[in-house]
Every structure is written in C-alpha cells, then in structure tokens.
C-alpha cells in the first residue's frame, strides 16, 4: 500500500508521476538526457547501467522496467541483464562495461568519491572520460528515482509482460514530460 494517495490506477513512478506531472516533467527530462541523447555509451549500456543501480537499491520496478529496456537494446538480451544483476565480473559484457558497472556500484554505495583504483580499472577497460561522467551522474540520478519509487511504497507489478510492455514504450518513444514532450502521449511514456 503506498504511502501516500494515488489517484490513478498506474504502477510505481509512473502513478507518481501521473499524480505530479510538475515533478514528472524535469524527471523525464533528465532520464532522456541520461539514457537517450547522444553519448559515447549506447542506450542499451546506459539502461543497463540504470537496472544494474535500480537492482543494487532493490528498487524492483526500476530495475524491471530498466532491465527489461536495456534487454531490448543489448546483445544477449535478457541473459545478459540477468547475469549482471547476479555477478557482474562474470557477465557476458565487455571489460569497458564490467568496470563501469563497478563505477556505477560505488557511487551506489556512497556520497564519496569512487576509488582510484576502480576508475584506473575502468579506463584500463578502455572507459573515456564522457563514459566514466555519464556512469556516474546516471547511477546518482537512479539512486534518487529508486528512492523516490521505494519510499514511497509504491505498487509494484510482478507480471514480466508490464516490463516489456515498458520497454517497447521507452524503446520507441523514450521518456515524456507529463505535457507529452518529445511528441508522445505522457500516459504511454512516463519513466517506466
């Protein structure tokens, strides 16, 4: 039961955002920014990214709804997504992406620098300076929507079919402000 009153009949962010669409208009912004503009990450790495953050938070909406976008974009699809979600170092990603999953972890775990150690690693793997920004202000910018979502309580659904369902939305028409930006309906593209 979440903690506050939605009156709409809409899942996690997307029934928040639905009940402030002053709110959810700069979040999907930013979302675009992150996850679809051009930049030296596909999309498909940057939701990626935004799942792996949303798993670690244990933000199950997020992470479906992310999961399941960058399935949609990814070689090896939903196997891939899974296997980060379980043992990143071991997924059947590249070194450049597995070091910034670590980037990405530990900006999850603290409002401090990440480690020199763990950047050296990433641009080791190959990681450029626009990949190792990009990592870091999308991890901290998931920290806050997984917040906004979890503490919240929000609904959660437990069927796949909504995730990909999601997926297909934020695949073909990205994130829209409540006032339909980017020329979509708000109500088929919200977050999530």
């Known amino acids: 039961m979440p903690h506050i009153e939605i009156s709409n009949d809409h899942p996690g962010i997307r029934g928040l955002m639905f009940q402030r669409p002053d709110a959810a208009a700069p979040l999907n912004h930013l979302a ?15 939701e990626l990214i935004a799942a792996y953050v949303s798993h670690l938070n244990d933000t199950p909406f997020c992470a479906g709804t992310h999961g399941a976008a960058a399935a949609a974009q990814l070689d090896g699809g939903h196997e891939a997504v899974t296997a980060v979600f379980a043992a990143p170092q071991d997924a059947p990603v590249s070194p450049r992406m597995r070091a910034l999953l670590a980037v990405a972890a530990e900006v999850m775990a603290a409002a401090r620098p990440v480690g020199d150690e763990t950047v050296a690693a990433a641009r ?10 990009d990592t870091v ?32 939305r934020i695949v073909t028409d990205g994130y829209a ?12 593209a919200l977050t999530g």
């Open 124 to 133: 080791a793997a190959g990681a450029e300076d626009s990949d190792i920004h």
């Open 32 to 46: 675009n920014v992150l996850l679809r503009a051009p930049a030296s990450l596909s999309r498909g790495e940057r």
């Open 137 to 168: 202000l999308i991890a901290a910018a998931f920290c806050m929507y997984n917040r906004y979502v979890s503490c919240l309580a929000t609904d959660i659904p437990t069927q796949d079919d909504y995730y990909r369902q999601a997926a297909d």
């Open 177 to 188: 402000t409540a006032s339909g930006q980017n020329g979509t309906r708000a109500d088929e």
